[in-house]
């Protein structure tokens, strides 16, 4: 698998009712890193080299809502034609060919790096993590010009690096609306969605037409489903497509240089809480203790 | 049994404080099963019989007039104290059982760094000894995955053994003494010394009873000095298993002890190495420790070693560091995960086995093929061994299954225990042991007259002996 050209005839648009793109970011498992080891990578930023990869929260939310809402679709008669793509170097395969095996027909990642290749080390830091503009413009480039997107989704922020704008810089390189805290979708027709989202006074439900760009929040969804090794054997051969920015009319070199927001220095903020630990013979006792000096003053003020 | 429900409670309430008796219902389901059934506590499906109490045992006597109590009247007994046993061995088999709770015997009664070893009651958790030793500048040496959560007397009661056991051992290495109470409400305390021919080894009677012959109330086991600072990692990438069991074999047979040395086959690596091996890398590491000079010969011994082997090819040391430092799982990993199981259905179980290292090979390839073939909607089918001795290793099965048109009551017999069953198979017909270091439990007590041979006899006289009434953790161990 090399760096592929574009291809744009590989799947025929003609043939879905309903063009879904999922675009998800792996992300360092911090969880997996112990603060004590957190070091200043010599690009900037935390030296996350030798940590493992996982999806970032909101993007797996995403790629398992649209796997249900392909499965809805075709449960109401109309074919839903599943996309994937990250912008990321090696380290994204697996994740690709999870989603093929799970029923995603295109995989496709963009290495993150200007022209000239990408970094032979895989589970190398992404060039473009302080870079939502660059990144947002190879999605939209690629959702218009190879995978003719009706809807794109992805999760609302990510991991290092986040901004929280990528998916409203995609709504506007493609003229789409943008939906905000997506915790549902549901197709009604081949161009009509039901979409639940959180708005700042509660829940809302609301119908769409047209295409648009729907950014995952807190959706009780969390978790994408797993494939068999059966369903991975039948599906191994399907191809993982490797595009570069620049097929899609992006020059990263030139949009990096026009992000105005970069990194130049990290510190850890200081959140630690005092705590006290209370003493006493029984539960009974240390309540008692517990009442005595902190909260009887506090209740008779109430 | 000749008491009602009502009757055992009545019974246990003149014992003990009465607020030490817990009838309530929740706690009740809790502690009838273990991990063998966590698909069905995560969707709070429920088919084992719900015992009659659970008891909290505050001290030795209050344990020995329990387990008198019991014996009087044919009162099935579950000992249990942290809780993380994952072969069913803290299930209730029968009705109205008695789960006698050791987890408020949480005293670590003493630390003697001159004599290098610690004493603490059953429900000390792991964590909290070793914290306690650390500050001294000492290890139990002891690190299974469950340090977090588990408890000491569980601990011992299933003969577990650690992430660093190639150089400390397993617990039954570092048990020097114990008390425990047996049926009858004998209590009988080991005495704790260096190594005796006074006879058979009698702590061996004890260790790994699974709570099937006595209740175990106290430990004490040797402290190490600890070194952090000396740890070495080492770490390889290699296209198979064969090679990676040859390598272990090489660096063990040539007298070397690192404290971590593990063989991961590309499924498990996956799940772990992803960010640094591709789709059909195992992977090998090792990690030395000790004092300074020690650590150092330790590592440029076994880096001497694998060199040997041009499979192998070397990696960052920091990846397997990195890794290292993420091992445990506490309370939250398990709770992450049960959510994930919730949602997606899909479910991680592991089975470990040892053997010599003529069949490991054999084993680990006719199992792992034999699940893939036979088994449906397997995921991810996998393992690494992860403890090695002079004469050969284990191999620790490690596999997900999505489970489809069953309930979760049926997980088991569906998935797990015919999955189990192929585990067992190909490992007794190579001379290997079903068991490495889970505990049978009650899973895989079907295999336990295969698994000792003509051995059994020794076994089964031993249950005889202790528990003539047979009321001590029915079902595990001796299969009902």
Redesign the interface.
């Known amino acids: 698998m090399g760096m592929g050209g574009l291809n744009t005839e590989a799947i025929p648009s003609q043939m879905s009712d309903l063009r879904v793109l999922a675009c998800f970011k792996a992300t360092p498992d911090f ?4 603060e004590a ?1 957190w070091a200043t990578a010599a690009a900037g930023g935390v030296e996350t ?5 996982v999806l970032n929260c909101f993007d797996e939310s995403a790629l398992e809502l649209a796997l249900r809402l392909s499965e809805t679709a075709a449960r109401r008669g109309v074919r839903a034609e599943l996309g994937a793509l990250s912008v990321g170097g090696r ?1 994204v395969e ?1 994740y690709l ?1 999870t989603l093929v095996a799970l029923g995603y027909e295109r995989a496709t990642r963009v290495p993150p790096e200007a022209a000239g290749g990408e970094s032979e080390v ?2 190398g830091e992404s060039g473009l993590d302080f870079a939502p503009g660059v990144v947002a413009s190879i999605i939209a480039a690629y959702a218009q010009r190879v995978a003719h997107s009706d809807l794109v989704v992805l999760g609302w922020r990510s991991g290092p690096g986040d901004s929280g704008t990528v998916p409203f810089r995609v709504a506007e390189a493609l003229g789409w609306p943008c939906l905000t805290q997506v915790t549902e979708v549901e197709p009604l027709s081949d161009d009509r969605l039901r979409v639940a989202c959180v708005a700042d006074d509660g829940p809302l439900r609301l119908t769409l037409r047209g295409p648009c760009v729907l950014a995952v929040g807190n959706a009780v ?10 369903d991975r054997l039948a599906r191994r051969h399907r191809p993982i497509e490797v595009l570069a920015a620049a097929d899609l009319g992006v020059d990263i070199a030139a949009q990096r240089h026009r992000e105005t927001c970069l990194p130049t220095g990290f510190e850890t903020i200081d959140r630690s809480r005092r705590g006290v630990v209370i003493e006493g013979q029984s539960p009974h006792d240390k309540a008692q203790t517990l009442f005595d000096s902190r909260l009887r003053d506090i209740m008779e003020t109430l | 049994m000749d008491l009602s429900r009502e009757g055992v409670v009545d019974g246990l309430q003149r014992i003990v404080e009465p607020g030490d008796v817990i009838t309530d219902e929740k706690i009740l389901i809790e502690s009838s099963v273990d991990n063998f059934r966590k698909l069905q506590n995560i969707f709070g499906v429920h088919t084992m019989p719900v015992p009659a109490a659970v008891v909290m045992a505050r001290s030795t006597e209050k344990v020995a007039a329990i387990l008198r109590f019991a014996d009087r009247h044919g009162i099935n007994v579950i000992p249990r104290t942290g809780g993380t046993a994952t072969e069913g061995g803290l299930e209730s088999a029968v009705p109205d059982s008695i789960v006698i709770d050791g987890s408020a015997m949480n005293e670590v009664v003493n630390i003697d760094a001159y004599n290098m070893q610690a004493t603490c009651q059953c429900g000390v958790p792991l964590q909290v000894l070793e914290d306690r030793v650390r500050e001294l500048g000492l290890t139990t040496g002891h690190s299974p995955q469950s340090k977090p959560v588990a408890h000491m007397g569980g601990l011992v009661a299933t003969r577990s053994i650690g992430q660093f056991s190639t150089l400390y051992g397993g617990i039954e290495d570092m048990v020097v003494g114990l008390e425990a109470v047996f049926p009858n409400g004998a209590v009988t305390r080991i005495k704790n010394v260096p190594r005796r021919a006074a006879g058979p080894d009698i702590r061996h009677v004890v260790i790994g009873n699974e709570g099937a012959l006595c209740f175990i109330t106290e430990v004490t086991v040797k402290l190490f000095p600890y070194f952090p600072e000396n740890n070495v990692f080492l770490g390889y990438t290699l296209k198979d298993m064969k090679t990676g069991f040859e390598a272990l074999r090489a660096v063990m047979v040539n007298g070397y002890k690192p404290s971590v040395a593990r063989v991961y086959d590309p499924g498990d690596a996956g799940l772990h190495f992803s960010h640094f091996v591709a789709d059909d890398d195992c992977v090998l590491l090792f990690m030395a420790e000790g004092p300074a000079g020690i650590a150092k010969a330790t590592a440029a011994g076994v880096e001497g070693i694998v060199a040997a082997f041009p499979e192998c090819t070397r990696v960052d040391s920091a990846y397997i560091e990195t890794w290292f430092n993420d091992l445990c799982w506490g309370p939250d990993k398990i709770t992450a995960e049960d959510e994930r199981i919730r949602q997606t259905r899909n479910v991680n179980r592991t089975t470990e086995i040892s053997a010599d290292w003529s069949s490991i090979n054999d084993i680990y390839q006719a199992a792992r093929a034999r699940i893939i073939e036979e088994i449906p909607d397997i995921t991810m089918m996998g393992g690494h061994s992860s403890h090695s001795y002079i004469n050969g290793t284990n191999m620790y099965f490690n596999y997900f299954f999505n489970v489809v048109d069953v309930g979760p009551a049926e997980e088991t017999t569906k998935y797990y225990l015919p999955i189990i069953s192929i585990i067992c198979e190909e490992t007794l017909k190579r001379g290997g042991s079903i068991v490495h270091h889970h505990g049978i439990g009650k899973a895989r007590a079907p295999w336990v007259k295969d698994e000792y041979g003509s051995s059994y006899y020794i076994l089964e006289t031993l249950k005889q002996a202790f528990d003539p009434d047979g009321i001590m953790n029915k079902g595990t161990i001796f299969p009902l």
């Not at chain 1, 969880?31 to 112990?34: N, Q, W």
């Not at chain 1, 080299?49 to 990869?53: A, E, N, T």
């Not at chain 1, 969804?221 to 059966?230: A, E, N």
């Open positions: 969880e997996a890193l112990r080891d080299r030798y940590v493992r990869r380290d697996p060919k895989a589970g969804v969390s978790h994408l489903r797993v494939p068999t090794l059966k």
